[in-house]
């Protein structure tokens, strides 16, 4: 059974193995060296003290996933407007894990105050843009060229959802 719940420092470890993968296999983000626990520990912090949403998704008693919500933009008149960050173990995709996780944080971003949600998703991954579709998300832009790992230039896609009513 999955359950889709607030992550806690116990899964920062958990949280940090799924990203690096990610990081080192895909496109998704352009990151291009995994960021350490100490990094997740403080992404966990921040975002608790702000009172914006960090999820796990659990199963069989062990984070399979994991997504959050953060401003957009520092600036003040951003306030509005979140971008989220979905991951799921690369041998858990493909079995409704994402598409829990995003209905989750979808939810936990509106009752956080937000009324945008925006996916930037790294190298257009088809994957992540079908998700996002599923989930109300509409194509907004599209940066070409803005990336380069692997050896070759990605695009980055721009979705948004109103999470407004």
Known sequence: ?????????????????IYAHHVLNGTSTFDTDPPDVRFWEQKLATLAARGWPFLV????????????????????????????????RADRTGRGIG???????????RDAGFEQMIAVVGGGEPASVTLHAR???TE????RN???????YLDSVYMQRDLRG
């Open 99 to 109: 598409t829990a996780l995003l209905h989750a944080l979808i939810g936990a971003a």
């Open 146 to 152: 803005v990336g380069f790992k692997f050896g070759r």
């Open 57 to 88: 998704a659990e199963q069989g008693g062990e984070p399979v996933g994991y997504c959050y919500a953060t401003q957009i933009r520092e600036r003040p008149a951003y306030a509005p407007c979140c971008e989220d960050s979905i991951y799921v």
């Open 1 to 17: 059974m999955l359950e889709i719940r607030a992550a806690l420092r116990p899964d920062v470890s958990a949280i940090q193995a």
């Open 135 to 137: 989930c109300g998300f």
């Open 140 to 143: 907004v832009g599209r940066l």
